[in-house]
């Protein structure tokens, strides 16, 4: 079991990743941020790694949030996902 949760975070805003990663710092420091501004990229990512949640924005090019959602249920069907 690993030291502290993992958290995949996921939108194509490069502001918003930094928030987020801020946040989570101040409020929920048993979580380790891991950001990815493509869906693509982070599916690559979840393919091999596992996680504890998934945030994910809904409007993102080329992949949107719901598509994401779909990918990821493939490859882990019980991962809480946040829309």
């Not at 941020?33 to 693509?40: E, K, M, N, Q």
């Not at 080329?62 to 069907?77: E, K, N, P």
Request: charged share 25%.
């Amino acid at each position: 079991m690993r030291a502290c949760l993992r958290c995949v975070i996921v939108d194509d805003s490069v502001d918003f990743l930094k928030f987020a990663a801020d946040l989570f710092a101040t409020f929920l420091p048993q979580f380790r941020l891991v950001r990815f501004d493509s869906a693509i990229d982070a599916l690559d990512f979840l393919r091999g790694n596992s996680t504890d949640l998934v945030l994910t924005d809904f409007r993102m090019p080329f992949v949107d949030g719901l598509r994401l959602i779909a990918a990821v249920r493939l490859v882990d069907r019980q991962v809480p996902i946040i829309l």
